[in-house]
């Protein structure tokens, strides 16, 4: 299953700068790694913003909520989910 997340970062202005470097290092490592499980399918910056949209591709809404609960910065963070499926014009047949 698809999804479009929105997340927006909203970190304390007075968080202690070190534990803001440690949270955002953790965080990648694990969207690195998600990205490398091809679960983590599409992860873009907003331009001009401390947010991105990201496309998951997880098992269901279940694997989505568990792996975004587990994201160091989720308590940080805004985050808007849509559920994909194919759009009838789509010329990608291979994408699910
Ligand atoms: O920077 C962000 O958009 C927040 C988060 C998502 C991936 C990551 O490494 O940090």
């Given amino acids: 299953m698809l999804f479009h997340v929105k997340m927006t970062v909203k970190l ?5 700068p070190d534990k803001a470097a440690k949270l955002k290092a953790d965080e990648k490592e694990l969207a690195q790694r ?6 983590w399918r599409h992860l873009w910056r907003i331009a001009g913003h401390y947010a991105n949209y990201s496309v998951f591709d997880l098992a269901s809404v279940e694997e989505l909520h568990d792996t975004l609960m587990q994201l160091p910065l989720f308590p940080y963070m805004e985050i808007e989910v849509d559920g994909l499926c194919r759009h009838p014009s789509s010329i990608h047949q291979d994408d699910r």
């Avoid at 304390?12 to 202690?16: C, E, I, K, S, T």
């Avoid at 998600?34 to 679960?39: A, S, T």
């Fill in 12 to 16: 304390p202005l007075d968080m202690d």
């Fill in 34 to 39: 998600l990205q490398r499980e091809g679960k």
